[in-house]
């Protein structure tokens, strides 16, 4: 008997995707960060803090007030600015200078009530969805911050420089210096500023570091996962340090200026790294977002598709994404094999920024 050589069939290439997009999805968007943004801004600026005493024999509070090394509007615009500035330059670079983005286009449409509005470049179209869940993940991280300081009102190391309380620590028999001492029935604060005193009683947890670490967490992720280090050496690694060097520094100056305590910093550092990691992670889908591995999406103007660089990563950031099965009939999508060569010739060359 003569044995036959078992012919493998090779990879199907149905892999395709057809992707239209929802307007009410961009008006979600912003309903949603519109509302994250002033629910952070009643918890700053109007909710008032929990009133707690304190002890006369606690010196963690007895520290003087100084000013900040790092004023909050620098850490909002690093914090924000870095990111935002270095993403969009890299995706602006990556488009019109190493054409790493398709060579043909495919598009998003968008739609209204199932008529199309537009349709959106693949590189339009990550700019929003970075921009967006980056906004997403810091607003989220400031409304967990702001509403944490208001529940649990921990007294700053200044509290006692800042309040002013009419009650004398040193007159205080030992009994009553070791007795916690109740606003408003032992004692009152004779500082007439009562934006600076009602600060004094949120210091949990930092407010600074939180959404600094998650600006400098999520850049240090997007450059690890946008940079070719081949090309770069340790240069990528340096601006990375250089991120990591200059959160711990502004955390540090919290604590030195008599402004946090130590566990206010590290509290703040855990939280905003964390949900840095989870937006990047999770929501962004950090392998999903780059055109490497994003599946072309079949063009309403060309009626021919593209097929995936990488043969079909499964991809979560597409909402509403419908993947044609291998029974469907490709014709109707003017898929050919010329088209399957061309992108996978592309797909072995080597563009990476």
Known sequence: MMLVPETKTPPTTTDIYHHSETIWRVIIDIITLSVLLTVSAISHFLIQPFTRGFFCSDTTIRYPYKGDTVPIYAAIILSIGLPIVWMWSTEFAKRFYFNRYPK???????????EKVTTITPFVRNLYILTV??????????????????FV????????????PSIDCSTLTTNQFNSYLQFGINYTCLNTDSGLVRDARRSFFSGHTSPVF????WLVMYIHVSWSWRHLGILGHIFQTGLAILGLYIGYSRIFDFHHHWNDVLVGGIVGSLLAFVSFKFILNWRHYDPDFLP??????????NLPLDGG?????L????????NDDLEAHGSNQNYYNRDRNYAEQDHQF
Do not use: M
Request: hydrophobic share 40%; charged share 15%.
């Open 104 to 114: 043909q286009v495919f598009f998003t449409r968008l739609e209204f009530c199932g």
């Open 296 to 305: 072309y999406v079949v063009s309403d103007k060309q009626g021919k598709p």
């Open 319 to 326: 909402h509403g994404t419908h993947r044609i099965s291998p």
């Open 133 to 150: 869940v980056f906004a997403y993940g810091y607003l989220s991280t400031w409304v967990l911050t702001e509403i944490t300081k208001n």
């Open 313 to 317: 990563i499964p991809i979560n950031i």
């Open 214 to 217: 998650f600006g400098f967490g």
């Open 153 to 164: 009102g921990e007294l700053r190391p200044h509290f006692l420089a800042v309040c002013q």
